[in-house]
């Protein structure tokens, strides 16, 4: 199932991530993300936007993609991540995730390797890795680091956030991210720090169509449509109602991996 080679320019994972955006909600979604461990550093992001990557490189296109994912980017061996965001543009932010682990002697078995079972409280939840020590990689999924070995799995103990290693491959050279992540769509991140993007949340929650109504007001021209969740506005009475509808929205799909973040709107 796994392929790996110490010598590799670049180590690829690939793991399934089983996510709630709502935590009342039973439903969940879910997405492949690439771990990319390189010489200098580590990346972790949606593997959608490697095949976009691809296709662009193909059909000499531009398009890009960007969903609500986490994209993070940290220095090999380093605590210190720096958060991918797009707010109308992207910011980048930094932050510090040193996680303390607590080893169990439990262990189980997957395909060829030995599991071992360790636990941390992180982001305001409750996590239970497995890891092995038969990859010698402190590396993991989104923030988690610094066990002795490669974590295969881990999830929260309220079942809303889980990541899955399903396979992995070596690159022969470090795969180049600029246009997908570091300059999305052609932009320079702004470094910014949480208090910032906080308020610059808590200012989009409180007016979510300000550039939208500038944008209609501005239209010159009479055949334009304008369209907001599907719904379309014909007159700016609708922009009350509609706002209410995002808001809503929003609260809704506000349960982030750290919860002790979140913005209480």
Same mark, same amino acid.
């Given at each position: 199932?796994?392929?790996? =080679?110490?010598?590799?320019?670049?180590?690829? *994972?690939?793991?399934?991530?089983?996510?709630?955006?709502?935590?009342? =909600?039973?439903?969940?979604? $879910?997405?492949?993300?690439?771990?990319?461990?390189?010489? %200098?550093? #580590?990346?972790?992001?949606?593997?959608?936007?490697?095949?976009?990557?691809?296709?662009?490189?193909?059909?000499?296109?531009? =398009? !890009?993609?960007?969903?609500?994912?986490?994209?993070?980017?940290?220095?090999?061996?380093?605590?210190?991540? !720096?958060?991918? #965001?797009?707010?109308?543009?992207?910011?980048? #932010?930094?932050?510090?995730?040193?996680?303390?682990?607590? @080893?169990?002697?439990?262990?189980?078995? !997957?395909?060829?390797?030995?599991?071992?079972?360790?636990?941390?409280?992180?982001?305001?939840?409750?996590?239970?890795?497995?890891?092995?020590?038969?990859?010698?990689?402190?590396?993991?999924?989104?923030? *988690?680091?610094?066990?002795?070995?490669?974590?295969?799995?881990?999830?929260?103990?309220?079942?809303?956030?889980?990541?899955? @290693?399903?396979?992995?491959?070596?690159?022969?050279?470090?795969?180049?991210?600029?246009?997908?992540?570091?300059?999305?769509?052609? %932009?320079?991140? #702004?470094?910014?720090?949480?208090?910032? @993007?906080?308020?610059?949340?808590?200012? !989009?929650?409180?007016?979510?169509?300000?550039?939208?109504?500038?944008?209609?007001?501005? $239209?010159?021209?009479?055949?334009?449509?304008?369209?907001?969740?599907?719904?379309?506005?014909?007159?700016?009475?609708?922009?009350?109602?509609?706002?209410?509808? @995002? %808001?809503?929205?929003?609260?809704?799909?506000?349960?982030?991996?750290?919860?002790?973040?979140?913005?209480?709107?």
């Amino acid at each position: 199932m796994f392929s790996l =080679s110490i010598t590799a320019q670049t180590h690829r *994972f690939v793991y399934e991530y089983h996510f709630k955006t709502d935590s009342t =909600s039973t439903e969940k979604r $879910n997405a492949n993300m690439v771990l990319d461990i390189n010489p %200098q550093n #580590v990346k972790f992001y949606n593997y959608e936007y490697v095949k976009t990557d691809s296709i662009n490189k193909t059909r000499g296109e531009s =398009s !890009s993609i960007w969903d609500d994912t986490p994209a993070v980017i940290r220095k090999k061996n380093s605590n210190v991540n !720096s958060n991918y #965001v797009l707010v109308q543009n992207i910011f980048v #932010v930094d932050t510090e995730d040193k996680i303390n682990w607590n @080893l169990s002697n439990e262990t189980k078995i !997957s395909g060829n390797y030995t599991l071992q079972k360790a636990t941390t409280r992180f982001g305001g939840r409750n996590w239970t890795a497995w890891f092995t020590k038969d990859i010698n990689l402190n590396e993991g999924p989104y923030k *988690f680091r610094g066990l002795p070995g490669l974590i295969f799995e881990i999830y929260d103990d309220k079942d809303n956030f889980r990541f899955s @290693l399903i396979k992995s491959y070596k690159l022969a050279k470090t795969y180049e991210t600029r246009d997908i992540l570091e300059h999305f769509g052609g %932009q320079n991140p #702004v470094k910014i720090s949480e208090t910032k @993007l906080k308020k610059m949340m808590l200012d !989009s929650y409180n007016d979510p169509l300000h550039e939208f109504k500038e944008h209609y007001k501005n $239209n010159k021209n009479p055949e334009a449509r304008f369209m907001v969740m599907g719904i379309e506005v014909k007159s700016p009475e609708q922009f009350k109602d509609l706002s209410e509808k @995002l %808001q809503n929205n929003i609260k809704k799909n506000n349960n982030p991996i750290e919860i002790d973040k979140a913005i209480k709107y």
